[in-house]
């Protein structure tokens, strides 16, 4: 009998022990911090990005925390790459299935309301003090991010979705040889644009005014929307983030630069097949006046071996707007971010904020710049040293800077708008026709959800 009960006894220890394990497992998701000896226990965090210069430019980041601050605080990075093709459908499908590895992935800001429900709110994080301070000592601050960056991950109730690894703006690209002032508004950038194309100005020194995106993708609503959104039209109805705004007569001015710019044909050829490499290219060749652009184009139509014909003759100015009547120009510059989140599955959330922070706001932020990142900080843009074209792009950026406003959604609308800019762009509709065509689409779209 009394061996029976010890056996009762070790049993039940034994189980005990277990479920002591299990609730320590399961309690915050963490791996354990301290092995026999006081030593930090190795942990590996995966840092999952599309392929191309985002990820180039992590590699020596995470390769530098792995060299200098892996043996201090336990944590390697392992950094993977995707390709950019079917990149968000590969990364919703690992997110959606709950794997709890890759833990930091890489969306853009505007993906950011579909995947709201697999990502962590990164506030508890941010206000954690051992979190918050670096391997260095070195302190970070969240709003160290330009407002424009911060705005992008932040939702409307203040949950923050990511972290701004990068940020990319459209701006004007304009040949500085040949115009001395970029246009102001609108309407002066479609007379411009007829000025420079030599089927209607036979003097053009350029054969084309100006080359835009038309290609039925998403960007190409997002540039549209730097003429939309200072026209006054808006996509949701006002005070409302779900009800699409109806028919705006505001719209249809916007629409109508779309329109003239095709009936006149000062429009680059091929509107509806150009979305980045076109504009590029199109910019490159010197056959064309002004493009709205990425800012990552900067780089290598400014680099003399890539660029030989424009290297030095191209400029940036802020988006055209609209005249008020108190004389003032109201402007919109579309601005995105794309990000690291965090996996809400993840098993190593606080290793992997550790060195978030590190490589968005603190020394990493800076690594990342040098290696070709954007960096969306401070100390980045706003330096006195700051490389072009940072010191041109920061003040249009903090002035003019809009984010889309997060939403399910939101991808599926933009792709709506760009089917609408493409029609009026080739001639398919009328401005007229897309300003009340486009909510009404939006509209029903949203109801059939």
């Given at each position: 009998m009394k061996k029976l009960r010890w056996i009762i006894l070790f049993a039940l220890v034994i189980v005990l022990a277990g479920a002591g394990f299990v609730m320590a497992k399961g309690g915050k998701e963490e791996p354990e911090e301290m092995e026999t000896g006081g030593q930090v226990k190795p942990v590996t965090i995966t840092v999952q990005m599309f392929s191309g210069p985002?990820?180039?430019?992590?590699?020596?980041?995470?390769?530098?925390?792995?060299?200098?601050?892996?043996?201090?605080?336990?944590?390697?990075?392992?950094?993977?790459?995707?390709?950019?093709?079917?990149?968000?459908?590969?990364?919703?499908?690992?997110?959606?299935?709950?794997?709890?590895?890759?833990?930091?992935?890489?969306?853009?800001?505007?993906?950011?309301?579909?995947?709201?429900?697999?990502?962590?709110?990164?506030?508890?994080?941010?206000?954690?003090?051992?979190?918050?301070?670096?391997?260095?000592?070195?302190k970070y601050e969240f709003t160290q991010l330009l407002a424009p960056a911060q705005a992008a991950v932040t939702a409307s109730d203040g949950a923050i979705l990511g972290m701004p690894k990068d940020m990319s703006e459209l701006a004007v690209y304009y040949r500085k040889d040949i115009i001395s002032d970029p246009p102001d508004t609108w309407p002066e950038f479609v007379e411009m644009a007829k000025n420079y194309t030599q089927s209607i100005n036979p003097s053009s020194p350029t054969k084309y005014g100006v080359v835009l995106q038309g290609k039925y993708e998403k960007w190409t609503f997002a540039a549209a929307l730097e003429t939309l959104w200072s026209s006054g039209y808006e996509i949701f109805a006002p005070g409302s983030e779900t009800d699409i705004d109806g028919y705006n007569k505001d719209a249809v001015k916007a629409f109508k630069v779309f329109q003239d710019l095709y009936e006149v044909k000062a429009l680059y050829p091929g509107?509806?097949?150009?979305?980045?490499?076109?504009?590029?290219?199109?910019?490159?060749?010197?056959?064309?006046?002004?493009?709205?652009?990425?800012?990552?184009?900067?780089?290598?139509?400014?680099?003399?071996?890539?660029?030989?014909?424009?290297?030095?003759?191209?400029?940036?100015?802020?988006?055209?707007g609209w005249k008020q009547a108190d004389g003032s120009v109201k402007r919109a510059m579309y601005v995105q971010t794309i990000n690291l989140s965090l996996n809400k599955n993840s098993k190593?959330?606080?290793?992997?904020?550790?060195?978030?922070?590190?490589?968005?706001?603190?020394?990493?932020?800076?690594?990342?710049?040098?290696?070709?990142?954007?960096?969306?900080?401070?100390?980045?843009?706003?330096?006195?040293?700051?490389?072009?074209?940072?010191?041109?792009?920061?003040?249009?950026?903090?002035?003019?800077g809009r984010t889309l406003p997060m939403h399910d959604d939101m991808t599926e609308l933009v792709m709506i708008g760009s089917s609408w800019i493409q029609k009026v762009g080739i001639g398919a509709a009328t401005a007229e026709e897309a300003a009340r065509g486009m909510p009404k689409e939006m509209k029903k779209f949203l109801e059939s959800r």
């Open positions: 985002e990820f180039d430019a992590m590699v020596p980041t995470a390769e530098f925390w792995n060299k200098n601050y892996e043996a201090s605080t336990g944590i390697h990075v392992n950094n993977i790459a995707l390709s950019r093709v079917g990149y968000f459908e590969k990364m919703q499908s690992q997110l959606v299935a709950g794997l709890a590895d890759p833990d930091l992935v890489h969306p853009f800001s505007m993906a950011l309301g579909k995947l709201r429900p697999y990502l962590e709110d990164l506030r508890p994080y941010l206000d954690d003090p051992e979190i918050m301070t670096g391997p260095d000592g070195e509107f509806d097949n150009t979305e980045y490499p076109e504009v590029s290219a199109a910019l490159e060749s010197a056959d064309v006046a002004m493009a709205i652009q990425w800012n990552a184009n900067y780089f290598s139509l400014t680099n003399k071996d890539i660029s030989p014909k424009v290297w030095d003759k191209i400029a940036l100015a802020p988006p055209p190593n959330k606080e290793a992997a904020m550790k060195f978030l922070a590190w490589s968005s706001l603190g020394e990493g932020a800076y690594l990342y710049a040098e290696a070709g990142g954007s960096s969306p900080i401070e100390g980045v843009w706003l330096a006195d040293d700051a490389m072009m074209p940072y010191p041109v792009l920061a003040p249009m950026v903090e002035e003019y």
